[in-house]
């Protein structure tokens, strides 16, 4: 495997790949345990919910820190050092014997694990040219996709009988997975950007840098609708809940209503595997008009609410064997999608609403690279995911909140149908927000290129400012043709 060759490569983005679904594991395992983990300490479920709310916030306050330090430095020591601490702290959850140890245990996670995210983003953004990062940039995101509901399966299946068990499976993939990561190709910045073709580029963000970010004004649309996409989002992570009331108020015991809300809330959650297609299609559309990603991710999204309120009220009969094994459960659940029409219509309704909400995220990940030069995408990830954090950890307190209000008119698992669908209205303003990202895109992007070529242009390889290659994707004549209204 020639270094910094073709194969050098692919084992870097599937290694990146792997980190980015290992992380999302980890936040993923204690939603399916709530119950399990409260009772073992003596406390609520909604101080175990706090734990996961805590983690979603302070993960994206350390990437803030993480991204910066990326941006200005070497980032295969940040990303190591943010893959140890989230290895640490998920082994400490697994053996910890109080509440207060676990809480602590899921902070020092959080912190490790705001690194990997936001570093690893500005490596991979590095690593794949303009005109397919659509496509891989749903990889990325359906990676985190993927991670999440193996963590919920994870939690389900190993967790129902020994909540710990789970954790410490985690860490050591994550052990795998940073042994791996020491081989990975190290990336110079702007090694796939077109307009830097055979030039060192060596720029670094700096503390002054800030307004010239949020001078980008689709950066400020793409940074603020993650804060309501995530209330929707975070919202969801009770969807194991709602399907372990529906199997109690069917009669089933504790331990199997586990299994099988874990099962169905990993299998309703399959639609997400459809974010290729939103990436292709974002880059399809890209080549014709520089709205095109952000257009297809509003669309998407908007596109999706109506599906997502159908979900939730569609009654379920749930037919698996009580106190059965796991493997028993599990291949009746599968069983029902093909006997029981009510599983199967609420399954087909599930995957449509999440393989278009699921536009957004390649897309998202793909604007960041295209609008921004190499030294900031780690930061407005960052800035991003931020929000993003805020949003998730609110709509997961909310949701609770929501929960026990709806409780007194509606019994379980109405209450939960009810807040479920309700916080799914948050789409309508991130597909708003996509929108006017759509119509300032274009200036951005000719701004952004503008300041490559600039730069290529200085450098000692290519003093008269032959870069080579092809021109980036969707950045042709935009310079000469701004978006109607695109004001800044």
């Known amino acids: 495997m020639t270094r910094g060759g073709g ?11 792997v980190l980015a679904s290992l992380d999302n594991v980890a936040i993923g395992l204690v939603p399916p345990l709530y119950g399990s983990i409260g009772d073992a300490f003596g406390v609520g479920e909604g101080h175990i919910a706090f734990s996961t709310t805590m ?31 989230w290895i640490a702290g998920t082994t400490w959850s697994g053996l910890s014997g109080s509440y207060p140890s676990f809480l602590i245990s899921q902070i020092v996670a959080a912190l490790g694990l705001g690194a990997v995210a936001s570093v690893s983003f500005a490596v991979v953004s590095d690593l794949i040219s303009p005109k397919r990062r659509g496509l891989v940039m749903s990889f990325w995101g359906l990676s985190q996709g993927v991670g999440t509901l193996a963590g919920t399966l994870l939690g389900g299946l190993l967790g129902h009988a020994d909540w710990r068990e789970p954790f410490l499976v985690t860490a050591v993939a994550g052990g795998v997975a940073a042994v791996a990561y020491l081989f990975t190709y190290n990336v110079p910045r702007g090694d796939s950007q077109p307009e830097l073709a055979g030039v060192e580029y060596d720029e670094r963000i700096h503390h002054d840098h800030l307004p010239k970010i949020l001078r980008r004004r689709t950066n400020v649309w793409l940074i603020l609708q993650g804060g309501t996409a995530q209330i929707a989002l975070g919202s969801l992570v009770w969807l194991p809940v709602l399907f372990r009331a529906r199997a109690e108020d069917q009669g089933y015991s504790a331990g199997t209503a586990v299994l099988v809300g874990s099962v169905f809330a990993t299998l309703f959650q399959l639609g997400g595997a459809l974010s290729i297609l939103g990436g292709l299609a974002g880059d399809r559309l890209q080549r014709r008009t520089p709205r095109g990603r952000a257009l297809v991710a509003a669309v998407g999204v908007l596109a999706a609410v109506p599906f997502y309120v159908v979900l939730f009220f569609v009654p379920m009969k749930i037919d698996v064997p009580d106190g059965a094994g796991t493997g028993a459960v599990i291949a009746a659940v599968l069983t029902d999608v093909f006997t029981e029409p ?50 998730r950890a609110g709509g997961n307190v909310m949701v609770a909140v929501a929960f026990r209000g709806l409780a007194g008119a509606f019994p379980p698992p ?46 000692e390889a290519r003093p008269h400012g032959d870069v080579g290659g092809d021109p980036p994707v969707a950045v042709e004549g935009l310079a000469a043709q701004p978006e109607p209204g695109a004001g800044r």
């Open 7 to 17: 194969a050098h490569r692919a084992y870097s983005v599937v290694v990146f790949v």
């Open 55 to 85: 983690m979603f916030l302070i993960s994206a306050v350390a990437a803030i820190g993480f991204a910066y330090a990326g941006d200005r430095t070497d980032r295969k020591p940040v990303l190591v050092a943010g893959t140890l601490i």
């Open 414 to 459: 109405l209450n939960y149908a009810v807040g479920l669908a309700a916080f799914q209205l948050f789409w309508v303003p991130t597909g708003v927000m996509f929108w006017l990202a759509s119509r300032t895109v274009a200036r951005d992007l000719a701004d952004t290129h503008a300041a490559l070529l600039a730069r290529a242009a200085r450098s």
């Open 342 to 391: 009510t599983v199967g219509l609420c399954l087909a309704t599930a995957v449509f609403a999440l393989m278009l909400t699921s536009a957004n995220s390649p897309n998202w990940f793909a604007l960041i690279a295209d609008v921004n030069p190499p030294e900031h995408r780690g930061t407005v990830y960052s800035l991003g995911n931020l929000i993003n954090g805020f949003g």
